[in-house]
């Protein structure tokens, strides 16, 4: 309808938007500016983790959904009694988040010493964390409770394993940060590598969270 | 910083050796073209399964000899027994609904496609993506192993239907033939089968959200690539939920535990706790399953005909040589459908005793759906309104998409609503609906994809002549075998039943089930054709040129077959909506997304030139 042919050179099109010309990848583009970024998608790294981690959710959601489910269903529940080692686990992945932020600001300063001892400490609370975890599992063997005694220690097993399990891929991912920064020449940090960095560090408070919830599920809840 | 400015343009060099540039390839072309190899591998497979199970229907007591050697126990003498025919059904769903339907449309054409037409160099996380084939690939070797290891020749896989419903799937062997290692492995493939997806979402998330090039706002976007991206975002939502509820299948399975076997099962003959084939469990959800699994199960039916919604409105606009009517109002309605589709699961489970409150909710999301579809329905019919539609293979498979569209989906309308669901559930009418919308259309829209994209992918037209006789054959023959299967859910055959020799009321329908049959050996024949144009085209065709169809969006502005890193070091600048045909004024009917010099103003949103 509105259509017109025009003598001025004016570049304009229809479908889609108000914008004329070339109007910017979505993702530099904020608040109307330009972003200068030395990578232009150094970005990636970081959405990346967040569309990662809406999926794990996911996973945790159905399972905490099957657990809310079958604890009304059945009448064969039986609470176990939660390991105490459980609030050293707790304590130690609250400081692990601690510690990686501070080795991520030693990053951001460009000290690169100071950072990959930071991220060492962090990568031993998490270990640390597995082997409390691993401890836990021991009480309650030892008090006869296994898989298969009933829904709650089933429950408990599966949701400490699977987070066991993504938290051992977070460790993985340290590992990795923490060679290139221990066996890195180079002086200044590149975009792409402090958002990898970020990546993994985002992927790690979310495991650090992800366990608070899980406990505060698997004891509180009832 | 020098070596990361040129990473972003090059980022992988142009493999040579036969293994990276073949096999184990990073470039998302080359994967795209490995996902429909492994979707036309394995629809052969269903395709084959399906036959047999016409077979039986029609011909319940004929002796197929070649079947009588290969499964002694499941066909004997070539006659197959009740719990074979149950296993073509598991698997015939299981192969097409994961690995057709969910790698054709979006792991093949979605690959290969998406980078292209945002003007990206390639995905986001190659070497992610590469790893998504492969586990993909793995699941389908595994579920072909359950075709094999299900113990005895007696069947070719579970016997319970592709949504695994507990407690039969949780029970192991002594549920039936095939339950047990059968189903373990099932199971199995497609936990597999969740995590391959769930990589290939990541990175078509990540790459459409990142890595569009310059002047490729949003709602510059051609439709396919807002298909694709929805579809990735339940893929990315619903296969979690699926994964967790294998792993808790495969623990009641393997470990013992009671998720979903409830207390005082007396199956086969033996009571729970008495045996040690079956230990004692309490207390658990059968019903549970079917949550979990619909929450999965409802998204993944928009998984697989979403892209096939994003290709039909690229081709019609093409071939109807107009914009896309209502642009916006489209990808707002891919994104309705894809909201929706999360909040419709239980009008699957009305028949499992869910509070009737719960089901008239379920009933009023379920028929809201038809809002957003109706809206996509008739702007595809606006696009082709007083169009001079130029009626290529790849046009009529579109039109066709929509004709199967409406034909299938106005059946949901009518099973959607519990008080009519009550009746028609488990009848023919159900298989009739879905197999028309999710099933046919979708791979309409696949077959559209194919014959529109092939010059792109390989430089060569297929065959028009092949193509126009399986378009007819095979949009005939669809509607020959499902329409009659909506009388039989009327007069209330129901599904799954391997024969209906014994239930006098349905005799009567045996020359229609023979009509369905014969319809269905056609066109599966006509698809041979498909396949030989497939292979004959591929050396034989014409030659296409860059542009093969006078079309506007990115990959046509590339060489053919598009080089490693699609646009030959310089990415290209958009200037356009993707759907600018027919513009006054213009030099051609069509301006590309790169024209830069085309001195014109229009609305676009219109075909009313």
């Known amino acids: 309808m509105a259509t017109m042919v025009t003598t001025k050179p004016v570049i304009k099109s229809g479908t889609g938007g108000k914008a004329s010309g070339p109007n910017g990848n979505g993702s530099k583009r904020r608040n109307g500016r330009e972003f200068l970024e030395p990578d232009p998608h150094a970005?990636?790294?970081?959405?990346?983790?967040?569309?990662?981690?809406?999926?794990?959710?996911?996973?945790?959601?159905?399972?905490?959904?099957?657990?809310?489910?079958?604890?009304?269903?059945?009448?064969?529940?039986?609470?176990?009694?939660?390991?105490?080692?459980?609030?050293?686990?707790?304590?130690?992945?609250?400081?692990?988040?601690?510690?990686?932020?501070?080795?991520?600001?030693?990053?951001?300063?460009?000290?690169?010493?100071?950072?990959?001892?930071?991220?060492?400490?962090?990568?031993?609370?998490?270990?640390?964390?597995?082997?409390?975890?691993?401890?836990?599992?021991?009480?309650?063997?030892?008090?006869?409770?296994?898989?298969?005694?009933?829904?709650?220690?089933?429950?408990?097993?599966?949701?400490?394993?699977?987070?066991?399990?993504?938290?051992?891929?977070?460790?993985?991912?340290?590992?990795f940060v923490w060679t290139r920064s221990r066996f890195s020449t180079a002086l200044k940090v590149s975009p792409r590598r402090q958002a990898a960095t970020d990546a993994v560090a985002i992927y790690w408070h979310f495991m650090d969270a992800l366990w608070i919830y899980l406990f505060l599920l698997l004891f509180l809840w009832r | 910083m020098s070596d990361v400015s040129h990473e972003g343009v090059h980022r992988h060099p142009a493999p040579t050796g036969f293994i990276r540039k073949y096999i184990f390839s990073l470039d998302h072309k080359v994967i795209g073209i490995q996902y429909i190899l492994l979707a036309l591998a394995a629809v052969l497979v269903g395709m084959t399964m399906s036959l047999l199970m016409r077979l039986k229907l029609s011909w319940p007591d004929h002796k197929f000899a070649l079947l009588g050697t290969l499964f002694k126990a499941g066909a004997p003498d070539g006659?197959?027994?009740?719990?074979?025919?149950?296993?073509?059904?598991?698997?015939?769903?299981?192969?097409?609904?994961?690995?057709?339907?969910?790698?054709?449309?979006?792991?093949?054409?979605?690959n290969y496609f998406l980078p292209i037409q945002i003007g990206a160099e390639d995905m986001a996380f190659p070497t992610l993506?590469?790893?998504?084939?492969?586990?993909?690939?793995?699941?389908?070797?595994?579920?072909?192993?359950?075709?094999?290891?299900?113990?005895?020749?007696?069947?070719?896989?579970?016997?319970?239907?592709?949504?695994?419903?507990?407690?039969?799937?949780?029970?192991?062997?002594?549920?039936?033939?095939?339950?047990?290692?059968?189903?373990?492995?099932?199971?199995?493939?497609?936990?597999?089968?969740?995590?391959?997806?769930?990589?290939?979402?990541?990175?078509?998330?990540?790459?459409?959200?990142?890595?569009?090039?310059?002047?490729?706002?949003?709602?510059?976007?051609?439709?396919?690539?807002?298909?694709?991206?929805?579809?990735?975002?339940?893929?990315?939502?619903?296969?979690?939920?699926?994964?967790?509820?294998?792993?808790?299948?495969?623990?009641?399975?393997?470990?013992?535990?009671?998720?979903?076997i409830p207390g005082g099962l007396y199956v086969s003959g033996v009571l729970s706790g008495t045996n040690p084939n079956f230990p004692l469990h309490t207390g658990g959800s059968p019903i549970l399953w079917q949550h979990l699994f619909w929450f999965f199960g409802h998204p993944e039916v928009y998984i697989a005909i979403l892209p096939g919604m994003g290709a039909t409105s690229h081709i019609l606009a093409t071939f109807a040589r107009k914009p896309v009517f209502g642009y916006r109002a489209m990808v707002f309605a891919i994104f309705a459908i894809g909201l929706l589709g999360f909040f419709v699961w239980g009008h699957h489970m009305f028949i499992s005793g869910m509070s009737p409150y719960s089901a008239i909710a379920f009933s009023v999301l379920t028929l809201s759906i038809g809002v957003p579809s109706a809206v996509k329905t008739f702007n595809w019919i606006g696009t082709l309104w007083g169009a001079r539609?130029?009626?290529?293979?790849?046009?009529?498979?579109?039109?066709?998409?929509?004709?199967?569209?409406?034909?299938?989906?106005?059946?949901?309308?009518?099973?959607?609503?519990?008080?009519?669901?009550?009746?028609?559930?488990?009848?023919?009418?159900?298989?009739?609906?879905?197999?028309?919308?999710?099933?046919?259309?979708?791979?309409?829209?696949?077959?559209?994809?194919?014959?529109?994209?092939?010059?792109?992918?390989?430089?060569?037209?297929?065959?028009?002549?092949?193509?126009?006789?399986?378009?007819?054959?095979?949009?005939?023959?669809?509607?020959?075998?499902?329409?009659?299967?909506?009388?039989?859910?009327?007069?209330?055959?129901?599904?799954?039943?391997?024969?209906?020799?014994?239930?006098?009321?349905?005799?009567?329908?045996?020359?229609?089930?023979?009509?369905?049959?014969?319809?269905?050996?056609?066109?599966i024949t006509v698809q041979l054709l498909f396949y030989f144009n497939l292979v004959w085209s591929l050396f034989k065709g014409a030659k296409a040129p860059d542009n093969a169809w006078e079309a506007t969006t990115l990959e046509w502005s590339t060489s053919t077959p598009p080089p490693h890193d699609n646009f030959a070091g310089v990415l290209p600048t958009v200037y356009h909506g993707p759907y600018e045909f027919a513009v006054p004024g213009a030099p051609n009917d069509f301006v590309m997304q790169t024209d830069a010099e085309v001195e014109v103003s229009s609305n676009g949103h219109n075909g009313h030139h």
């Open chain 2, 389 to 523: 539609i130029r009626f290529t293979t790849a046009m009529l498979f579109a039109i066709g998409f929509v004709s199967l569209f409406v034909s299938g989906g106005i059946t949901g309308l009518i099973l959607g609503q519990s008080s009519l669901d009550l009746a028609m559930h488990d009848t023919y009418i159900v298989p009739a609906h879905f197999h028309l919308v999710m099933g046919v259309a979708s791979i309409f829209g696949m077959f559209a994809a194919i014959y529109f994209w092939f010059p792109k992918m390989f430089g060569r037209y297929l065959d028009e002549r092949i193509g126009k006789i399986h378009f007819w054959v095979t949009f005939v023959g669809v509607y020959c075998i499902f329409v009659p299967m909506h009388v039989m859910g009327l007069v209330g055959m129901p599904r799954r039943y391997s024969q209906f020799t014994e239930y006098g009321f349905l005799n009567k329908l045996h020359p229609l089930v023979l009509f369905v049959s014969i319809s269905a050996i056609i066109t």
């Open chain 2, 129 to 260: 993506n590469m790893m998504s084939f492969w586990v993909t690939f793995i699941g389908f070797v595994v579920i072909l192993a359950a075709i094999f290891f299900s113990g005895a020749e007696s069947t070719v896989g579970p016997i319970g239907g592709w949504t695994g419903y507990a407690p039969l799937s949780a029970l192991g062997a002594i549920a039936g033939p095939g339950q047990g290692m059968g189903m373990n492995l099932w199971i199995i493939s497609i936990a597999i089968f969740c995590v391959g997806s769930l990589l290939g979402a990541l990175n078509f998330i990540t790459t459409l959200l990142n890595m569009r090039t310059k002047g490729m706002s949003l709602m510059r976007m051609p439709l396919t690539c807002w298909a694709w991206f929805t579809t990735a975002v339940l893929a990315l939502l619903s296969f979690p939920v699926l994964l967790g509820g294998g792993i808790l299948l495969l623990l009641d399975r393997l470990a013992g535990t009671s998720f979903f």
């Open chain 2, 79 to 110: 006659v197959m027994n009740p719990e074979f025919y149950l296993s073509l059904v598991t698997m015939h769903g299981t192969i097409m609904v994961f690995f057709v339907l969910t790698t054709a449309p979006q792991g093949g054409f979605g």
């Open chain 1, 43 to 175: 970005n990636r790294y970081r959405i990346g983790m967040w569309v990662a981690l809406a999926s794990i959710g996911m996973l945790f959601t159905a399972l905490s959904s099957a657990y809310v489910v079958r604890a009304g269903a059945g009448g064969d529940w039986v609470d176990i009694r939660m390991p105490r080692v459980l609030l050293l686990s707790t304590a130690l992945i609250l400081v692990s988040s601690v510690t990686l932020e501070v080795s991520k600001r030693n990053l951001k300063a460009s000290s690169l010493v100071g950072h990959s001892r930071w991220l060492m400490l962090t990568m031993l609370l998490g270990l640390a964390f597995l082997g409390s975890q691993l401890l836990a599992w021991k009480q309650l063997a030892q008090q006869g409770i296994y898989l298969a005694s009933n829904p709650h220690s089933s429950f408990f097993y599966l949701l400490t394993a699977t987070h066991a399990v993504h938290l051992g891929g977070g460790l993985l991912a340290l590992i």
